[in-house]
């Protein structure tokens, strides 16, 4: 019944929205979202590239990227733009001036939440990770499915809005927003975006907004206001204000008193969301982090991202037994080693050495594959009895690992030979 009521009562909506601010320079802005090791030594820098007007750059080619790690330049050898979505926090500060109605006995609420409505009904499940703030409300967060934001919003609407004109807004749901669009992403290079759809704030001072802004502006969080209120307000201070925190953040500010044509937003998102997977070469080969910084040269200009970093954590190579011997042999025989080599930190690389280790003495030694085999044929002067042996494995970066020691016991002639770890 509530539903069938919005919608009969919604109404073509007219006029233009009122201002929409970009926190980048003439130039635009290049954020640096993450770097990574994808398989050594290739490394991938996730960066989005955004014009003056905060819309994603397109078309950019590797030649436009430079990278510098640990303060030197290494080769880009691809850009590929992906769109990984957004994460999106939308949050409702409902008050008086939300249940203001207009010549048509509409509330501004009703506009307002056709707008959303519109926005998730045609909005492509999986692709953004949406949340859902709202005063005295219902809670979502960090969903995939626009469906249950709306179902949610919907609920809170039809339990809520009979009360708008009682309420007292206040900023904790734009706080609560802001650290839910902080939040880990799900997909590297996703972009942030903080919707706050307020009534104005009996109280509200300038500094009150100074930490949103700073919490806001350290995540790369675009705060979009929309500001319910009388058309005389867009000269408040508290206006100017809002206006200000969007112009700081990269995002919009709406003044909305029902009359103004609300931002589209899936066309605004779908402006936003893109990002470049820069590929290089690391020079690093040894565990640890470091600097990286990338150079954007963009149709209005170069652009140059805040310093990240990347996470070398290269470990030695894994070596377990494969085969050992478990018959009786001659203490003279050629006895058959194995090991398997793994890498724990999911790096696979070649080797370039190993070496067998019996009684702490090196006996043989391999600089080309098989690097996991050995026939080894034990010294006749060697005593019968046990012997402690192990091989080891060093890879192309020099970091060396090897299998557990194990005591080989050989026997004389027709001895047998045990094995125990």
Request: charged share 20%; proline share 9%.
């Amino acid at each position: 019944m509530m539903r069938r009521w919005m919608r009969a009562a919604f109404l073509a909506l007219s006029l233009g929205w009122l201002v929409a601010l970009p926190a980048a320079g003439a130039a635009g802005q290049a954020v640096l979202w993450q770097v990574r090791l994808e398989r050594y030594p290739q490394a991938v820098a996730y960066v989005s590239v955004y014009a003056a007007d905060g819309t994603f750059v397109p078309d950019l080619t590797a030649e436009a990227f430079t990278v510098r790690e640990a303060g030197q330049a290494r080769p880009v050898t691809a850009a590929t733009a992906t769109q990984p979505g957004l994460h999106i926090a939308l949050a409702l500060n409902p008050g008086r001036p939300f249940a203001i109605r207009d010549a048509r006995g509409v509330p501004r609420h009703l506009y307002i939440f056709y707008q959303l409505q519109s926005w998730l009904e045609h909005e492509q499940a999986e692709r953004h990770d949406l949340s859902l703030l709202t005063l005295n409300g219902p809670t979502v967060t960090h969903t995939d499915d626009p469906r249950a934001v709306l179902d949610a919003l919907t609920d809170y609407y039809a339990l809520q809005s009979r009360d708008f004109r009682a309420m007292t807004p206040e900023l904790t749901p734009l706080v609560h927003a802001i650290a839910q669009a902080a939040a880990p992403s799900p997909r590297a290079g996703m972009g942030r975006v903080v919707l706050f759809v307020t009534a104005p704030i009996e109280g509200l001072q300038a500094a009150d907004l100074d930490l949103p802004r700073q919490q806001a502006q350290n995540a790369h969080i675009r705060v979009w206001v929309w500001l319910v209120a009388p058309p005389s307000a867009a000269e408040s201070p508290q206006a100017r204000w809002w206006a200000d925190l969007a112009a700081a953040t990269g995002g919009q500010f709406t003044l909305f008193s029902g009359a103004e044509v609300l931002p589209d937003l899936q066309q605004a998102f779908d402006r936003l969301d893109g990002v470049y997977q820069v590929a290089y070469r690391t020079a690093q080969s040894q565990p640890g982090t470091y600097p990286v910084q990338v150079t954007v040269r963009a149709p209005t200009g170069t652009l140059t991202t805040e310093e990240g970093r990347l996470d070398l954590n290269l470990q030695p190579p894994q070596v377990r037994w494969l085969a050992v011997p478990q018959e009786p042999v001659r203490g003279t025989a050629a006895i058959r080693l194995e090991v398997a080599v793994t890498f724990p930190d999911e790096q696979p690389r070649p080797l370039r050495r190993s070496a067998l280790w019996v009684d702490g003495v090196q006996v043989a030694e391999h600089t080309v594959a098989p690097f996991e085999r050995f026939e080894w044929r034990p010294d006749p002067d060697l005593p019968p009895g046990p012997h402690r042996v192990q091989i080891e494995v060093e890879d192309a970066l020099g970091l060396v690992g090897a299998a557990p020691e194990v005591e080989v016991t050989l026997g004389p002639a027709a001895g047998r030979v045990g094995v125990s770890p």
